[in-house]
């Protein structure tokens, strides 16, 4: 049997890798990942607020990677009175109203350095409290004392005080408080107040929730409690999470992330490559702009 002159045969083995290429672009395009919606702003933001009134917190160097990336996006984020650009040293970036920030691991270290001309023109200090070596041994196992004793310090000085103590401090061998056998990271952190305990003398701390990203539900439950915990023991405080993208991410989970966690999380500790960080920021900017 022919067609056209051809024999079926030939016809069918001409047509069958057409076919199996639309067969597969259908299969492709019903399983894509559906886009990531905006969600509206909240009814308290206030002009001259970062986008959604959050807080966002990030580092001089990834900063300014962002605005060579797009400025567009990287000032309304970063040149507000909510944002916190972290700097290690006395270097301060463009911004005109984000407020500078030092970093420390070490509460002994801030004791060292406070009153001296380094600390002049500051305007908050970042405490990040591991268990890795930065961090003095006796200050990640007796975190709370050494959180309240840096907050403390802090507003004596005159500086807001962030606080970002580390995911697993349970687990330092010797802590006032450590993980059971068998306990989760989440659950330790929860169980030992962590959170509550770094609360006491802050006006902003961050849990470092980043771990969950790929898990939006279990990141937002995690946020929403050790949240909770923060504000019970200062209803002042705000409550922040960690967003970045590791190898087994792409940006839409954290977009996602940042959606779920919207309502129970005051802002965000941004620390991912400057490429990344403007496509975040640019996404949640329109979304902004569109909810206008």
Known sequence: MSLGGMPVKSVRRRLAPLAFALVMAACTQSAAPAAVACPPVPSG???????????????????????EVDPLVARPFFDAPTAYVVESGNRW?????????????????????AGTKAMRGLDAVLYDPEAWEATPLAEQRDPGAAMAKFGELGHRLGYDVIITPGFTLPSVSGA??????????????LRCGVARKAAVNADVVEVQSQTLQGQPGAYRDFVDSAADQAREANP?????????VRQTEILDDVKRTWVEALDVTDGYYLAMRPDDGAELLGWIYACAQRAA
């Open 45 to 67: 933001a206030r002009p001259g607020d970062a986008p959604y009134g959050q807080v966002w917190v990030g580092t001089r160097v990834n900063v300014n990677g962002i605005d």
């Open 93 to 113: 970036p463009w911004m005109g109203t984000s407020q500078r920030t030092a970093y420390f691991t070490s509460e002994a270290e801030f004791e060292r350095y």
């Open 176 to 189: 006032v408080c450590t993980a059971n056998p068998g306990e989760s990271a989440t659950d330790a952190y």
């Open 236 to 244: 002042d405080v705000s409550t922040i999470s960690g967003l970045r």
